[in-house]
T-cell receptor, first 116, second 112 residues
Framework: GAGVSQSPSNKVTEKGKDVELRCDPI?????LYWYRQSLGQGLEFLIY????????KSGLPSDRFSAERTGGSVSTLTIQRTQQEDSAVYLC??????????????FGPGTRLTVT | AQSVSQHNHHVILSEAASLELGCNYS??????LFWYVQYPGQHLQLLLK??????LVKGIKGFEAEFIKSKFSFNLRKPSVQWSDTAEYFC??????????FGTGTRLQVFP
């Protein structure tokens, strides 16, 4: 079946501009996660959504970052006033549910963001 | 705060050599442990996972990992690597929350 999809695959933007990154989770998955993969930094948790519960935003690095999930499916990660340090690969993952972390997270291909 | 350490940043092996990649985590309670692999140009995918029970877990493609609670470790092993195992390997832990905490990754290069 279809996996997690993300768009765009690559995004180059100028410093100070806003960007929106999109994630389509696997159909039926109620939990959705955003991570950031920076060179030499591994993967860093940003935010996750589970059903209708309030999202866990504890990993967002600044108030320039926000995310929403509409209708319990598609999610958009928005970065306002981008900075060069925001350059990274942004990964989305989904799982059947989030309950003590015992459900496998399936990852999308990522969006490579470059801020010039 | 929870953290995961992968001490081997870059490993180079010849085919048929044995592999062991180290992973240590910091958390005193119950943990779920994972190894993910990212082949060149592909998505992250799950290699194996430990939730409970037998501390020696077997994953895909002949990989296995052993959970040693007293050492806070979850090392990944494979007795004989192949060129197709060239990839980046990430250890991750989940402890009391639903988010994964990842290590910085180990880049494995296998030469024929």
């Amino acid at each position: 079946g279809a996996g997690v999809s993300q768009s765009p695959s690559n995004k180059v933007t100028e410093k100070g501009k806003d960007v929106e990154l999109r994630c389509d989770p696997i159909s039926g998955h109620t939990a959705l996660y955003w991570y950031r993969q920076s060179l030499g930094q591994g993967l860093e948790f940003l935010i996750y959504f589970q059903g209708n519960s309030a999202p866990d935003k504890s990993g967002l690095p600044s108030d320039r970052f926000s995310a929403e999930r509409t209708g319990g499916s598609v999610s958009t990660l928005t970065i306002q006033r981008t900075q060069q340090e925001d350059s990274a690969v942004y990964l989305c993952a989904s799982s059947t549910q989030a309950s003590g972390g015992i459900y496998e997270q399936y990852f999308g291909p990522g969006t490579r963001l470059t801020v010039t | 705060a929870q953290s995961v350490s992968q001490h081997n940043h870059h490993v180079i092996l010849s085919e048929a050599a044995s592999l062991e990649l180290g992973c240590n985590y910091s958390y005193g309670g119950t943990v779920n442990l994972f190894w993910y692999v990212q082949y060149p140009g592909q998505h992250l995918q799950l290699l194996l996972k430990y939730f409970s029970g037998d501390p020696l877990v077997k994953g895909i493609k002949g990989f296995e990992a052993e959970f040693i609670k007293s050492k806070f470790s979850f090392n990944l092993r494979k007795p004989s690597v192949q060129w197709s195992d060239t990839a980046e390997y990430f250890c991750a832990v989940n402890a009391g929350t639903d988010k994964l905490i990842f290590g910085t990754g180990t880049r494995l290069q296998v030469f024929p």
